[in-house]
Structure formats: C-alpha cells, structure tokens
C-alpha cells in the first residue's frame, strides 16, 4: 500500500560551507510512513537542536532534505504537479507552536477559516461554509459568536490556538503535523487542546505526528512514541512501554528529568556518565555516548543500528545488540494504529 | 521610577487586615497588602491585587500562576522594577524588617543584589552579551562599593563559579560562547555573590531543556544551602513546584488563592481552582482523559464581581458574586480565599 505520507532516509544537514563551521547534521537518515488509515498520533520527542522542527519542516516540504525524499502518496514532494501540490496541502495540515505569529494582524480570525474554505472549494455556498465554520469552532470548544468578527489581538493565546485545531478541522486533512502546539498555552488549557486533538483522530480520522519535547503529554495523546537525539531514532515503540520501561539511557535520562507534580516522589538525581563516554573525544559511534553512563567500546566504534526489543519497539543502543536489527524499511512496522480503532470513514 | 504609597482606601474590602496567622517563624520577608496596577488605554489593569505573604529564613516559596496571574509582576514589585505604566499603588514590602518601598532610589539600588537578588527567565537576556562573565560580576561587586584586590577578584570569582558548577576559566568567557544551561548558572553565580539573604527566581530554567533544567535546579538548590538563604521560585510548572518548595501560593487574576505547604497542596487542595488545576496535569501513570478547567481567566480590566474565579468555579454561589473571599486561615497552616472550603456541594 502507497504510504499517504513517508519520508525515504532523509537526511538534513545546516551549514559546513568552505569557509563555515563544519555541517550540522540536523536529521539523520530517517525514514518514516505514515499510512492514515487506520489513523494513529504518532509523537516525536526532542530537546532543542534533537532535529524535531526540522523534521516537520522536512515533511511538509518546506525545506528540501539534503538526501533521501519525502513522498506524498509515493511520489516525491518536489516533482508534484499543480493539482497534486493543492492536494498535499489540503490534505496534509500543520498546527505551529507560536500561535501569535500565525495570524495577519489586519484581518479578523474569520479569515483563516474563509479562506482555505473559499480556496479548496470546502463547501458550495457562503451560507454553507459559515455553517461549517460554527461547527468547527463549537467541537474546539470556542463559542462562534464570541470568536468571528475579532482581530487576533482579542483572544488569548489559547483561543488563538484552538482556533488552528478548528481550522484544521475545517479543511478534513489527513495528516496534522503539530510541533508544540500546546508548549506556549497555560496548563488548564493545555488539556483542552490536546484532547481536541486526540478527537480528530477518533472522530474524524485524522493521523497525527505530535511533535513536542515533553514525554508526558506526548504518552497521554500518543499511540506512539519516537524519542529523537541529534536527528537520530534513540527509541522508538508504542508509548506504553517507551514511557513505562524505556530502554535507552537517553529515554530513561528524560524521564529521570521530570519534575512530577507529586511531592512524595523524588526527583532521581543524574546518573553520572560511564568514563569511556567521558573520555571520548572525535568519534563516529553512538552520539549519546558521552552523555551515556552506560557507554562501552563498541559504543565509540559506529553509531548502533535499531535492535527490535521486542514487538512493538525498538532501540539504537548496544546493550541491546543481542536483540534482532529491525529488517523493515521504517520504524512503523513496530507501530500500533490508535487504540480507539480506525474512525468513520470521512469525505 | 515613582512611588506611591497611599494610606487609605475607600476599596471596601482593604478595611479588614490581611490575616496575619500563617505565622512564619523568622520571617525575612513579609508582604502586606501589596496592590500593583499597569495604567492602559482601556483603562486599569490590577495585576497584583492585594498580596500578602511571608518568607521564612532558609524556606523556599513557590507561586504558581498562570500567564497574567501577576506572579512576575510581584517579582518586579518586590525589586522595586516596575517601570511605567505600572505602579506599586500601595502595600509594605518588610526585608530584614526595613521597608523596601519606603526607600530611596539609591538605597533601593544597593539592596538589589546585595539583599534581594534576581535570578529571571531567560538567560540569554540578562547577562550582557559584549561582557565577559566576570566582568559581569566584577560590575556588580563595584556598584556595590565591594572594593578587592586583583588576587582576591580572582580567587572569589572561581570560588563563585565552581560553587554553580563551571569552571574557573569559564568566567571569562562571553555569554556566546556559554551553553544556555551554563549562561543560567553563570546568573546564578552573579545572584549569589554577595550572599544575599532573599533570592527571586522568576521562571529560571523555562528556556531550558529538562535534563538542564534537572542540573540548574541543583546547582540552584545547593548554593541556597551553602549561602543560606530564602527563595521565592516563581513558575507556571506545577511539577517544578512539587519538587522544589517547601511552600506554595497559587495565583489566579493577581490573587494568592491558596497559600499552604506543598505536601497539603497536592494531597489535598483546598481552593476550587487549586484542585481543577492539579486534575488537569497529564500523569505519567496512567492515560486517562484529559480535563482542562472551562472557561478562561478573567479579564484584569474588569474583574467580576466578587471571587476572581467565580464564573468558572463549580461551587459558586450567589455569595461569591457579590463578596471577594479573603485569603484566611481554613486547616492549621493553611490559608484559602474561597467561601466553601468547608461546604461540600
């Protein structure tokens, strides 16, 4: 089956000119299908400078990979016709982290709904289209008539942010890419927005690549979980076990770093990283080693190959290399599709 | 910067005095009645309404709050920061027992650092991007009259930078040249250099990565023991909080709704939002569904009548739109602003 959306080993890299600092390698051979049906959240988790935003950037074409391709129904993103490009961008939407700087100032919110509504040719009448403009917005939980009519600097940065759920809503893709959708909204709002968007996935279908540098909210919404390091897989599986048992000393070393909001369980102090990893200095293994209080002589030698753990997961570390390297093409093969079952079929 | 200080109000619920029995043993710092407003276009903004609370020596202090709570603009307050359009309209900010707003501007100058030191949100933006790091502090020690010898300098300042966990040398190297995580404790270093007895840290690690964030947070906390002294940790992560302080003062709309020890907080809050906030946190434990709290806060340029939280609060009742919960003593240790702490509905 065609993949709706599937990056092919991409590889991204920033600089590293003749005259600059060497490159930055910002995604590393990565490849990974997303098939929209049955619908899944798939969430990718990162610090800063992990490759993250890169990689959305990447999947929705707006920076071309330096090798590999990303392919929009097995065609490449960059040899799309006319026709097919509208068709990717309607049906692959993106919900960005700032939500101030996504309006225009000078025109009231009605127009981020109209216009992708007048533009894909959503609905066949003016009447029609405001219609399903006010159903948008009430399944965010925002209250059309206080909503339409405003400038963006009358709502609050939450409202704003629902606001780009409802319009994604509106357009029916069937890909969201969200990079920290919810990272600049306050707490009480925060689980509205990420229930929103789990209920287009179990309503209305849509699949869904959360990407987010927070493990918590990434394992509440998620049915799977790809913990990046430096524009590489450190783990990947279902965000059960990931989260539960994380394999890879970089999962466990993020999940020791959450401060949890119960003041009976301590915050485990860091584990010092092992004198090999220390020691190293120029090599081509593992990129965690340094950091690794695990890291062994092999670690320093090549960077680890993904070991399938077990059914649905997979790790690139060497305290796993008994384990099988995964033989799929890309790290969904351990994937599970959203626990809810696929949703009504829409469109 | 201006300062006023009015003595009376016709504000009808100022008569009553704030109720001072969350005794604090040792207070260093005591908070009364602080009001701070921002003067807008459309009008006055309140932003701090009426805050009370007291510092014990050696306690650590969380106020939690969210986006427009007024959390950062008691931090301003309390430095005596707040720069036009906001004004500290009235209170007494007791450090050591000497009033800070009371103060002239130079005096006020030589408390800053000395006594009250800032740690602030962002690194990148507090430390000046042309200056080695220990010209920074050096700076610091000269407008502070500290005058020492060239050796002295140095062994303090690696003194100071080994207490935060960098090395000597980093000290003279520019904030570019320094990780986000060591810029944030190079301003620690700075903070604690002349041993202040309170330290403000206004969302210290928001920029920072968690794993950074965990090594700021004990870099932080060590030389709190080290030097001794009181902190007041401002921050919206309820998470921060539960690992940090010892006690905590949630905000909603410029008010303190609930101040009581962290543990009681959790295990049991008392204020509505208190609880509906707590419920809203994603856990690690299990997946269940997600709850936010209806409704948004209040606009700060027209308050709702009577409890701040009262249009989103489940237990509201006619009461509370018309009278304004005071923040007062409901369990031992514990204060609530809320009218139904002890009515069940």
Known sequence: MTALLEAVQITKTFGGGIFQAPATLAVDNFSLRIEGEPPAITAVVGESGSGKTTLARLLLGEIAPTSGAVHYLGKDLTKLSRKERKAFRRDVQVIFQDPYEVYNPFYTVDHVLTMPARKFGLSKSKSETSESIRQALTAVGLRPDETLGRYPHQLSGGQRQRLMVARALLIQPRVIIADEPVSMVDASLRATILDNLKSLTREFGVSILYITHDLVTAYQISDNIIVLYRGSIAEAGHAEPVVQQPQHPYTQLLMHSIPLPDPDRTWPREQQSSEIGKLATNFAGCKFARRCPHAMDVCLERHPALFQTGPDRVSACYLYQDSPELTARSIDAVFATSEAGPGPVTN | ?345
């Open chain 2, 1 to 345: 910067m201006t300062r006023t200080i009015t003595t009376h109000s016709s504000d009808a619920s100022e008569h009553q005095a704030p109720d001072r029995m969350d005794s604090v043993p040792e207070a260093v710092l005591d908070v009364q009645n602080l009001h701070v407003y921002y003067q807008t276009s459309g009008g006055r903004v309140s932003a701090v309404n009426g805050v009370s609370f007291a510092l014990g020596r050696k306690e650590v202090l969380g106020l939690v709050g969210e986006s427009g709570s007024g959390k950062s603009t008691i931090a301003m307050a309390l430095l005596r920061l707040i720069k036009s359009p906001g004004k500290i309209e009235r209170g007494q900010v007791l450090l050591n027992g000497r009033d800070l707003l009371a103060l002239s501007e130079d005096e006020m100058r030589l408390v800053r650092l000395a006594e009250l030191a800032m740690v602030a949100q962002g690194a990148m933006n507090s430390l000046n991007p042309v200056m080695r790091v220990r010209d920074q502090i050096i700076d610091a020690w000269k407008d502070h009259d500290v005058e020492l010898r060239g050796s002295e300098i140095d062994e303090r300042i690696s003194m100071l930078m080994q207490r935060v966990g960098l090395r000597a040398e980093d000290a003279r190297r520019y904030p570019h040249e320094l990780s986000g995580g060591m810029k944030q404790r190079a301003v620690i270093a700075i903070a604690i250099s002349l041993r202040p007895s309170v330290i403000i840290a206004d969302e210290p690690t928001s920029a920072l990565d968690v794993v950074v964030q965990r090594q700021v947070f004990d870099t932080l906390q060590q030389v709190q023991d080290e030097i001794g002294a009181s902190v007041i940790l401002i921050g919206h992560d309820m998470g921060l909080m539960a690992q940090s302080v010892d006690r905590l003062g949630v905000m909603y709309a410029g008010e303190i709704v609930e101040l009581s020890p962290v543990r009681d907080v959790f295990r049991n809050p008392l204020h509505p939002y208190t609880r509906l906030l707590i419920a809203s946190l994603p856990s690690l434990d299990k997946k269940g569904a997600l709850r936010g709290i209806p409704g948004m806060p209040p606009s700060l340029l027209t308050r709702p009548p009577g409890c701040p939280f009262q249009p989103r609060c489940p237990m509201a009742t006619a009461l509370c739109e018309s009278e304004a919960p005071l923040l007062s003593l409901k369990r031992p240790n514990r204060m609530v602003a809320c009218h139904h702490v002890d009515t069940q509905l």
